[in-house]
Nanobody, 122 residues
Framework: QIQLEESGGGLVRAGGSLRVSCEAF????????MAWYRQAPGKEREWVAE???????KYADPVKGRFTISRDNAKNTLYLEMSSLKPEDTAVYYC????????????????WGQGTQIIVSK
């Protein structure tokens, strides 16, 4: 199976920057796409960005130009560099690993971390 552990959240002022990380453990060779999602209080979880095994990146419109997703496959770690942060970026940020096309694991294709809280103050 795959376990994901996020780190790097915290409190930051609007306009500031922050980097969060997500380290993968277990059957990491099975990981295809990795992604960041976020869930603000009282809202649905939303997709933020994703990066494929070969490094192709996609971003949600609200974060384009401000957030950068990257991954270090040697370290089994996913990153999200966030800049020009806004109060509306406040949320719990989750990483997700997707094994579709690589492995059929007993617990399915999607694996989630526990999340890391980011609060952006005005």
């Amino acid at each position: 199976q795959i376990q994901l552990e996020e780190s790097g959240g915290g409190l930051v002022r609007a306009g500031g920057s922050l980097r969060v990380s997500c380290e993968a453990f277990g059957e990491t060779v099975c990981i295809a796409t990795m992604a960041w999602y976020r869930q603000a209080p009282g809202k649905e979880r939303e997709w933020v960005a994703e990066i494929s095994r070969d490094g192709s990146r996609k971003y949600a419109d609200p974060v384009k130009g401000r957030f950068t997703i990257s991954r270090d496959n040697a370290k089994n770690t996913l990153y999200l560099e966030m800049s020009s942060l806004k109060p509306e970026d406040t949320a719990v940020y989750y990483c997700k690993a997707d094994t579709r096309g690589i492995c059929d694991l007993p617990l399915g294709y999607d694996f989630w971390g526990q999340g890391t809280q980011i609060i952006v103050s005005k």
